[in-house]
């Protein structure tokens, strides 16, 4: 597993970054800044007691630039635990 993917204990927050080469790190940092405007909806994956993976929606996030730079990883912070689709668009 090349990449990290991790969401804190209390859902609030996914820390992303690449494990294993500095400067793809650095370069996937630098990209997702150039807009740090955008949310991304997100699922996390998950296995059931019998083994069997699934995806749960944990909620709508936003880049916090402060702390991406800070870290030197894309940190997500949870803007809402809801999404409401648009059928009629």
């Known amino acids: 597993r090349l990449w990290n993917n991790q969401i804190s204990e209390d859902g609030k927050f996914i820390f992303e970054y690449q494990k294993t080469d500095e400067e793809k790190r ?3 940092v630098s990209d997702i800044l150039k807009n740090p405007e955008e949310n991304r ?3 996390f994956r998950e296995k ?4 069997f993976n699934f995806y749960k929606f944990v909620g709508v996030f936003k880049l916090n630039v402060q702390e991406t730079k800070k870290q ?3 940190v997500w912070e949870r803007c809402a635990e809801r999404y409401e689709l648009n ?3």
């Open 41 to 43: 909806i997100t699922f």
């Open 48 to 51: 059931d007691k019998l083994g």
């Open 26 to 28: 650095k370069k996937h």
């Open 72 to 74: 030197n990883k894309c």
């Open 87 to 89: 059928v009629n668009a």
